[in-house]
């Protein structure tokens, strides 16, 4: 079951704050995140195995629910740097798969 | 991390022939997966390819269209099979490092075009 991401899109001036949420209909092993330019492959960012974790660096951050059904991606003060695509992967108990959400699209204007 | 190559990066290829695009890591390796994008969309998994057994396919592709190979832990072949216009879009091989987060990594993928 594909996980559901929201927005589809953002545009931003640089320096503004993004949230990306991805939400699953059932609880989830696992949820890793993603960046992909336009011709690039994905890069991985980041991964949360724990209900409740919060993990980041710099200024790219996520959170992990108790439930361990939703997962959210902050960016915050935005650069030029980070447009792209952000996708969401998902691995559901007893699985070693990734099943990644539709993406998101994040546009920053200088 | 791993550093992972896909040879070709780009094909154009006519309608009917075959096309096979490998994948290598810089590693050993579990687990390998091989996954579709369209232009715009989200990555599909096509299949994974596990060393010394048969790969597992996703519902919606065949081992008669898709066939892989996986001779060793560090090398994959995906195989694009009697193609058509419908089989253009991104190839992408990754792998998965054996952690117990199964983290995986992408290669730069293999733009695929048939004309």
């Known amino acids: 079951q594909q996980p559901v991401q929201s927005p589809q899109a953002v545009i931003l001036r640089e320096g503004e704050d993004a949230v990306i949420n991805c939400s699953s209909s059932?609880?989830?092993?696992?949820v890793h995140w993603y960046r992909q330019k336009h011709g690039e492959a994905p890069v991985f960012l980041m991964i949360l195995l724990k209900g409740g974790e919060q993990k980041g660096h710099d200024k790219i951050s996520a959170s992990f629910n108790e439930k361990k059904q939703q997962s959210s991606l902050y960016l915050t003060a935005s650069q030029l740097s980070y447009s792209g695509t952000y996708f969401c992967?998902?691995?559901?108990?007893?699985?070693?798969?990734?099943?990644f959400g539709q993406g998101t699209r994040l546009t920053i204007n200088p | 991390s791993a550093v992972i190559s896909q040879k070709p990066s780009r094909d154009i290829c006519q309608r009917g022939t075959s096309l096979t695009i490998q994948c290598q890591v810089d590693s050993q390796v579990t687990m390998m997966f091989w996954y579709r994008q369209q232009p715009g969309q989200s990555l599909t998994l096509i299949a994974t390819?596990?060393?010394?057994?048969?790969?597992?396919?996703e519902s919606g592709f065949v081992i008669d269209k898709f066939p892989i190979s996986r001779p060793n832990l560090t090398f994959s072949t995906l195989t694009v099979s009697n193609m058509s216009p419908e089989d253009s879009s991104i190839y992408l091989c990754?792998?998965?490092?054996?952690?117990?987060?199964?983290?995986?990594?992408f290669g730069p993928g293999t733009r695929l075009t048939v004309l």
């Open positions: 059932k609880a989830l092993y696992s």
């Open positions: 390819a596990n060393q010394g057994s048969e790969a597992t396919y």
């Open positions: 990754s792998a998965d490092l054996g952690l117990a987060t199964n983290e995986q990594f």
């Open positions: 992967g998902t691995v559901f108990q007893g699985a070693q798969k990734l099943v």
